[in-house]
């Protein structure tokens, strides 16, 4: 299982004002902007049913992670219990996938603006999927399984 390798590409990139670690958030909802996502043009046709008031699971490669660490103290507080990275949200993992839950607030063309997020500029796209169940936005239609 070591010595395999898989291949993931991003998609796009996320425009934010957040230009490093110490400015952002740890979650989008403690003051993360609203910012734009840029899509490569050949995943234009996977974008046509977004819509404006729909909630999605943003799925980001946290690209400035320090991918060897394998505990940490919740938060950056020296005061909790060092704790194995995967019972934690932190950025910092052996494979730094970021888990983001975002409205979209526009859509134009190849860019989206969402609510809240607390990734940094230039940090890569990997995938969007929509969120399903009950707190889907009054009369948005539901999304199917394709």
Request: proline fraction near 9%; charge should be neutral; include cysteine.
């Amino acid at each position: 299982m070591a010595d395999e390798q898989y291949q993931v590409r991003p998609i796009g990139w996320v425009e934010s004002p957040l230009l490093e670690r110490a400015e952002a958030p740890k979650q989008g909802d403690e003051g993360g902007p609203d910012v734009w996502l840029v899509f490569d043009p050949s995943v234009a046709r996977g974008l046509r049913d977004l819509a404006v008031g729909q909630d999605v699971l943003l799925l980001t490669w946290l690209d400035r992670a320090d991918r060897e660490v394998l505990a940490v103290h919740p938060r950056g507080d020296l005061s909790r219990p060092d704790t194995g990275v995967f019972a934690t949200r932190s950025p910092d993992r052996p494979n730094p996938i970021g888990l983001h839950r975002v409205t979209i607030l526009a859509v134009e063309g190849l860019r989206i603006r969402v609510s809240t997020l607390e990734a940094l500029n230039g940090t890569p796209v990997l995938d969007v999927k929509p969120v399903l169940g009950r707190r889907c936005p009054a009369g948005h239609r539901s999304a199917r399984w394709r």
